[in-house]
Protein backbone atom coordinates (compact mmCIF):
# COMPACT_ATOMS: atom_id res chain seq x y z
CA UNK A 1 0.00 0.00 0.00
CA UNK A 2 1.24 3.78 -1.08
CA UNK A 3 1.41 6.04 2.25
CA UNK A 4 3.76 5.97 5.59
CA UNK A 5 2.77 3.33 8.13
CA UNK A 6 3.47 3.05 11.64
CA UNK A 7 3.85 -0.87 13.90
CA UNK A 8 2.48 -1.44 16.50
CA UNK A 9 -0.17 1.21 16.21
CA UNK A 10 -0.35 0.18 20.48
CA UNK A 11 2.60 -1.13 22.80
CA UNK A 12 2.71 -1.76 26.01
CA UNK A 13 5.92 -2.17 27.68
CA UNK A 14 7.38 -2.07 30.96
CA UNK A 15 9.90 0.48 32.53
CA UNK A 16 13.74 -0.63 31.64
CA UNK A 17 13.44 -2.20 28.28
CA UNK A 18 13.91 -1.91 24.86
CA UNK A 19 11.44 -0.78 22.36
CA UNK A 20 11.65 -0.10 18.78
CA UNK A 21 8.47 2.05 16.66
CA UNK A 22 8.59 0.77 13.13
CA UNK A 23 8.22 3.67 10.56
CA UNK A 24 7.54 3.14 6.41
CA UNK A 25 6.78 5.42 3.79
CA UNK A 26 6.25 4.21 -0.12
CA UNK A 27 7.50 7.59 -1.62
CA UNK A 28 10.68 7.65 -1.40
CA UNK A 29 10.77 11.08 0.33
CA UNK A 30 14.02 12.30 1.66
CA UNK A 31 13.08 13.76 4.98
CA UNK A 32 11.33 11.66 7.51
CA UNK A 33 10.67 12.47 11.18
CA UNK A 34 9.64 11.68 14.67
CA UNK A 35 7.14 13.51 16.93
CA UNK A 36 5.98 12.41 19.95
CA UNK A 37 2.39 14.43 21.14
CA UNK A 38 1.86 15.08 24.39
CA UNK A 39 -1.56 16.72 26.65
CA UNK A 40 -0.12 20.42 26.69
CA UNK A 41 2.41 20.36 24.68
CA UNK A 42 1.40 19.64 20.74
CA UNK A 43 3.99 17.62 18.38
CA UNK A 44 7.76 18.17 19.37
CA UNK A 45 10.53 16.90 17.21
CA UNK A 46 12.80 13.85 18.79
CA UNK A 47 14.51 13.38 15.48
CA UNK A 48 14.93 13.84 11.81
CA UNK A 49 17.00 12.70 8.94
CA UNK A 50 17.30 14.31 5.62
CA UNK A 51 18.33 11.26 3.49
CA UNK A 52 19.70 7.59 4.21
CA UNK A 53 22.08 7.58 7.03
CA UNK A 54 21.76 11.03 7.80
CA UNK A 55 20.07 12.28 11.24
CA UNK A 56 19.73 14.75 13.64
CA UNK A 57 18.40 15.74 16.71
CA UNK A 58 15.42 17.36 17.28
CA UNK A 59 13.92 18.95 20.59
CA UNK A 60 13.46 16.15 22.60
CA UNK A 61 15.61 13.79 21.98
CA UNK A 62 17.25 12.40 24.98
CA UNK A 63 16.73 8.69 25.93
CA UNK A 64 15.65 7.90 21.65
CA UNK A 65 18.39 6.20 19.16
CA UNK A 66 17.51 6.73 15.73
CA UNK A 67 18.84 4.95 12.47
CA UNK A 68 18.15 5.49 8.67
CA UNK A 69 20.02 2.37 6.70
CA UNK A 70 17.50 2.41 3.83
CA UNK A 71 15.39 5.84 2.76
CA UNK A 72 11.86 4.28 3.44
CA UNK A 73 12.64 3.51 6.82
CA UNK A 74 12.93 5.27 9.90
CA UNK A 75 12.85 3.21 13.12
CA UNK A 76 12.96 4.69 16.61
CA UNK A 77 14.54 2.92 19.41
CA UNK A 78 13.83 3.65 23.69
CA UNK A 79 17.33 2.15 24.74
CA UNK A 80 15.56 1.77 28.19
CA UNK A 81 12.10 2.66 28.48
CA UNK A 82 10.93 5.50 31.29
CA UNK A 83 6.79 6.30 31.92
CA UNK A 84 7.77 9.76 31.20
CA UNK A 85 8.15 8.16 27.75
CA UNK A 86 4.83 6.94 27.47
CA UNK A 87 3.18 8.99 24.60
CA UNK A 88 1.58 8.94 21.66
CA UNK A 89 4.72 9.05 18.84
CA UNK A 90 4.12 10.15 14.69
CA UNK A 91 6.32 9.29 12.31
CA UNK A 92 6.09 11.90 8.76
CA UNK A 93 8.02 12.32 5.58
CA UNK A 94 8.11 15.09 3.45
CA UNK A 95 10.29 15.75 -0.11
CA UNK A 96 9.88 19.23 0.56
CA UNK A 97 7.42 21.69 3.24
CA UNK A 98 4.54 19.49 3.29
CA UNK A 99 4.98 16.49 6.00
CA UNK A 100 2.34 13.47 5.17
CA UNK A 101 1.94 11.70 8.75
CA UNK A 102 1.63 8.24 9.81
CA UNK A 103 -1.47 6.52 12.00
CA UNK A 104 0.37 7.12 14.79
CA UNK A 105 2.09 4.69 17.61
CA UNK A 106 0.82 4.79 21.08
CA UNK A 107 2.95 3.51 23.61
CA UNK A 108 2.19 2.97 26.99
CA UNK A 109 5.23 1.92 29.91
CA UNK A 110 4.15 0.80 32.77
CA UNK B 1 15.24 28.17 18.83
CA UNK B 2 12.14 28.28 17.15
CA UNK B 3 8.63 28.01 19.14
CA UNK B 4 5.24 28.40 18.63
CA UNK B 5 2.31 28.58 20.97
CA UNK B 6 -1.26 29.22 19.75
CA UNK B 7 -4.06 30.80 20.93
CA UNK B 8 -7.04 30.22 21.98
CA UNK B 9 -6.23 26.23 23.11
CA UNK B 10 -9.88 25.33 22.83
CA UNK B 11 -12.60 27.31 20.83
CA UNK B 12 -16.39 26.02 20.84
CA UNK B 13 -18.60 27.48 17.94
CA UNK B 14 -22.04 26.98 16.34
CA UNK B 15 -22.52 25.80 12.75
CA UNK B 16 -21.99 28.59 10.64
CA UNK B 17 -19.68 31.04 12.57
CA UNK B 18 -16.44 31.56 11.27
CA UNK B 19 -13.15 30.35 13.79
CA UNK B 20 -10.24 32.13 14.34
CA UNK B 21 -7.01 30.62 15.76
CA UNK B 22 -3.59 32.37 16.14
CA UNK B 23 -0.01 31.24 16.13
CA UNK B 24 2.78 33.11 17.07
CA UNK B 25 6.54 32.18 16.93
CA UNK B 26 10.08 33.12 17.86
CA UNK B 27 12.30 33.58 15.62
CA UNK B 28 12.32 34.46 12.17
CA UNK B 29 10.51 32.35 9.01
CA UNK B 30 10.93 31.56 5.37
CA UNK B 31 7.53 29.35 5.94
CA UNK B 32 4.45 28.82 8.21
CA UNK B 33 2.19 25.78 7.24
CA UNK B 34 -1.37 24.82 8.84
CA UNK B 35 -2.20 21.34 9.90
CA UNK B 36 -5.57 19.39 10.92
CA UNK B 37 -5.64 16.70 13.14
CA UNK B 38 -8.59 14.47 13.75
CA UNK B 39 -9.16 12.81 16.73
CA UNK B 40 -6.76 9.80 17.29
CA UNK B 41 -5.26 10.55 13.76
CA UNK B 42 -1.91 11.64 12.20
CA UNK B 43 -2.01 15.55 10.65
CA UNK B 44 -2.84 16.53 7.51
CA UNK B 45 -1.41 19.00 5.61
CA UNK B 46 -3.87 22.50 5.02
CA UNK B 47 -1.58 25.18 3.58
CA UNK B 48 1.60 26.79 3.30
CA UNK B 49 2.60 31.27 3.40
CA UNK B 50 5.21 32.12 3.13
CA UNK B 51 6.98 35.06 4.89
CA UNK B 52 6.73 37.40 2.01
CA UNK B 53 3.32 36.73 1.51
CA UNK B 54 0.38 38.11 3.50
CA UNK B 55 -2.72 36.00 2.89
CA UNK B 56 -3.42 33.13 1.12
CA UNK B 57 -7.17 31.60 0.56
CA UNK B 58 -7.82 28.01 0.10
CA UNK B 59 -11.02 27.15 -0.01
CA UNK B 60 -12.78 28.25 3.54
CA UNK B 61 -10.02 28.67 4.80
CA UNK B 62 -7.96 32.13 5.30
CA UNK B 63 -4.44 32.43 5.98
CA UNK B 64 -2.69 35.80 7.05
CA UNK B 65 1.12 36.11 8.25
CA UNK B 66 2.43 39.36 9.98
CA UNK B 67 6.04 38.70 10.42
CA UNK B 68 6.44 42.07 12.16
CA UNK B 69 4.79 40.65 15.11
CA UNK B 70 5.84 37.32 14.61
CA UNK B 71 2.04 35.96 14.35
CA UNK B 72 -0.25 33.76 12.14
CA UNK B 73 -4.14 33.14 11.65
CA UNK B 74 -6.01 30.73 10.46
CA UNK B 75 -9.91 31.63 9.63
CA UNK B 76 -12.25 29.01 8.62
CA UNK B 77 -15.27 31.07 7.64
CA UNK B 78 -18.87 28.76 7.44
CA UNK B 79 -17.98 26.23 9.88
CA UNK B 80 -19.44 22.85 9.42
CA UNK B 81 -19.16 20.34 12.34
CA UNK B 82 -17.07 18.29 10.31
CA UNK B 83 -14.20 20.72 10.48
CA UNK B 84 -14.15 19.57 14.54
CA UNK B 85 -10.27 18.63 14.85
CA UNK B 86 -7.32 20.49 16.46
CA UNK B 87 -5.26 22.75 14.13
CA UNK B 88 -1.29 23.13 14.58
CA UNK B 89 1.58 25.95 12.99
CA UNK B 90 4.57 24.71 11.80
CA UNK B 91 7.35 27.07 11.61
CA UNK B 92 10.22 26.40 9.86
CA UNK B 93 14.09 27.34 11.32
CA UNK B 94 15.81 28.87 7.94
CA UNK B 95 19.11 29.16 9.52
CA UNK B 96 18.93 25.02 9.95
CA UNK B 97 19.42 24.53 6.00
CA UNK B 98 16.59 22.01 6.01
CA UNK B 99 12.93 21.21 5.99
CA UNK B 100 11.89 20.68 9.83
CA UNK B 101 9.59 22.30 11.16
CA UNK B 102 8.31 23.15 14.74
CA UNK B 103 4.98 22.73 15.99
CA UNK B 104 2.88 25.01 17.62
CA UNK B 105 0.97 23.58 21.15
CA UNK B 106 -2.44 23.45 18.85
CA UNK B 107 -6.04 25.04 19.28
CA UNK B 108 -8.53 22.35 19.86
CA UNK B 109 -11.84 23.74 17.89
CA UNK B 110 -15.22 22.21 18.62
CA UNK B 111 -18.20 22.89 15.77
CA UNK B 112 -21.67 21.88 17.27
CA UNK B 113 -24.27 21.24 14.85
Redesign the interface.
Known amino acids: DAGITQSPRYKITETGRQVTLMCHQTWSHS?M?W?RQDL??????IY?S?AADIT?K??VPDGYVVSRSKTENFPLTLESATRSQTSVY?C?S?E?????????TRLTVL | SQQGEEDPQALSIQEGENATMNCSYKTSINNLQWYRQNSGRGLVHLILIRSNEREKHSGRLRVTLDTSKKSSSLLITASRAADTASYFCAMDEPLSGTYKYIFGTGTRLKVLA
Do not use: I, K, M
Request: charged share 15%.
Open positions: YFYGHGLRLYADGEFASVHEQFFGPG
